[in-house]
């Protein structure tokens, strides 16, 4: 099972609001969309016919909804259809193999003529991806296009776009604009947040970033979008290919003064962007989705071997709440940036980079970012004791802290003491914190060029 199964229910309620006049779109996190568009019918009494060319090349058949919002209409679909072989030069090129055809040239002058030539290979395969083609011109094979091809003529039969294809039932003649509904593969969106820290202190700025990307095939003029943040399930659905372009268009599409806005629903978070947007095939469109300065966010020093390694890590902390620069605003999961200002010359440079989980309002926000170069930590077991009644077990460690830092520093020593669910520690040099049920944390000051040794003894209990 993935995480991505829309219930029915939730999908009536997307599809529930009014429509503007361009597309509405929901784009998940995890590489789907719900798309909703107007159509416009023109139904006699019994059964229509009814093509609509214009859905996206990814699209799930099986999760059409056609329907009169309205309810005024009863529509019934009783057959439907779903083409996605649109007509393109690999395409035809395919429908061709074997057969002689004419190729227009241009010469240097730039006057044409025609060079014919046998297809011998399309380049064109069932899943969409395209090679290279072979050409037979004058019996020798050439492993390109001789010039622009001439394809005979497909009939009606050929479809310029993805097409979905109705058998409709109506009871009464009637014309309206029914709503049309459907999953789509090939579209997404993430969270990006950019942290910007002066060379010293804990105050930080936050700048959030929202990327929408469509690889669907489809173009789409100015639609409504929404963003759903959040682990929605949905059963896996067999591997599709996405069509990507070498090079795919970044723009930026909102202003400052747009704010994007957002809601509960369900158990997940709704996005809403400020105004309507076009979506181009293959496009990547951003928007600043949130700006909070001053934020506190202490950078603290871990030594968890268990976690980081056998090096003190640095990690940011700060509280997403209001009150800490106007945060307070349930946080998408992407990836976090950090960066530092270089009061030498002003210039900022990169420092690490994590991602974060969803986060909910008034909750506390970690991020490991690195491994500190100027302090560091060595740990040993020294001592290892099993009672002669096999009922107990004791164990000594140490760990050593140097401090080469030109400041003081409180690093953090997290030991875990997963042998036995009773434990106790019986001898510790330092005093310590239990901050779980199998966890302790020591917090240990270092002046400039101190090393300490932290000493501890922890017996396990199974009696």
């Known amino acids: ?72 209409v009863a529509l019934r679909i009783l057959e439907q259809s779903y083409r996605a072989d649109a007509a393109s030069q690999s395409l035809l090129l395919a429908m061709n193999e074997g ?40 019996g020798q094979l050439r492993f390109s296009l001789p010039g622009q091809p001439i ?25 309206l604009d029914a709503e049309l509904g459907y999953l789509t593969n090939g579209m997404g969106w993430e969270a990006a947040y ?47 290919v996405v069509r990507r372009t070498k090079n795919e268009m970044v723009a930026f599409g909102m202003v400052a003064d747009a704010a994007v806005t957002e809601k509960s629903f369900d158990e997940f978070h709704l996005y809403s962007l400020p105004r309507p947007v076009t979506l181009r095939d293959q496009e990547t469109k951003q928007v600043e989705f949130l700006r909070a300065a001053g934020v506190t966010a202490p950078q603290l020093y871990i030594f968890d071997q268990q976690k980081y390694g056998a090096k003190v890590a640095t990690v940011r902390e700060f509280k997403n709440t209001e009150e800490n620069g106007g945060l307070g605003l349930p946080l998408p999961k992407g990836r ?27 909750e506390t926000v970690r991020i490991y970012t690195g491994n500190v170069f100027d302090i560091v930590a060595e740990r040993k077991q020294t001592d290892s004791k099993l009672s002669s009644y096999k009922d107990q077990r004791e164990e000594a460690f140490e760990i050593t802290l140097r401090n080469r830092k030109s400041e003081t520093v409180e690093v953090r020593v997290t030991e875990h003491f997963y042998n036995w669910p009773n434990w106790t520690l019986v001898q510790q040099s330092d005093p310590s914190e239990k901050t779980s049920a199998d966890t ?24």
């Open 1 to 72: 099972m993935n995480p991505r199964h829309l219930s029915l229910a939730a999908f009536a309620a997307l599809s529930a609001g009014v429509l503007s006049a361009g597309p509405a779109l929901t784009i998940y996190n995890q590489n789907f969309a719900v798309v909703r568009e107007e159509i416009p019918l023109d139904l006699a009494a019994g059964v229509n016919a009814v093509n609509f060319a214009g859905v996206t090349t990814q699209v799930e058949p099986d999760s059409v909804v056609l329907r009169d919002r309205t309810g005024k």
């Open 99 to 138: 057969k002689t055809l004419d190729f227009i040239v241009r010469d240097g002058d730039g006057k044409e003529h025609i060079v014919q030539g046998r297809v011998v290979r399309s380049g064109h395969n069932a899943a969409g991806q395209a090679s290279t083609p072979i050409i037979e011109v004058d």
């Open 151 to 175: 394809f005979p003529s497909l009939g009606d039969d050929a479809i310029l776009q993805p097409t979905l294809s109705w058998q409709l039932a109506a009871e009464k003649p009637g014309k």
């Open 194 to 240: 950019n942290f910007i820290a002066p060379e010293k202190g804990d105050l930080v700025d936050i700048v959030g970033w929202i990327t929408v990307r469509n690889h669907t095939g489809k173009v789409f003029t100015d639609a409504s979008i929404k963003l759903m943040a959040g682990d929605v399930n949905r059963v896996q659905p067999e591997p599709q």
């Open 336 to 362: 976090a940036r950090f960066y530092r200002q270089d009061d030498a010359d002003g210039r900022l440079e990169f420092v690490g980079e994590n991602n974060i989980d969803h986060t909910a309002k008034n």
């Open 440 to 463: 302790a944390e020591f917090r240990v000051k270092l002046k400039p060029d101190e090393e300490k040794v932290i000493t501890y003894r922890v017996r396990y209990d199974w009696r």
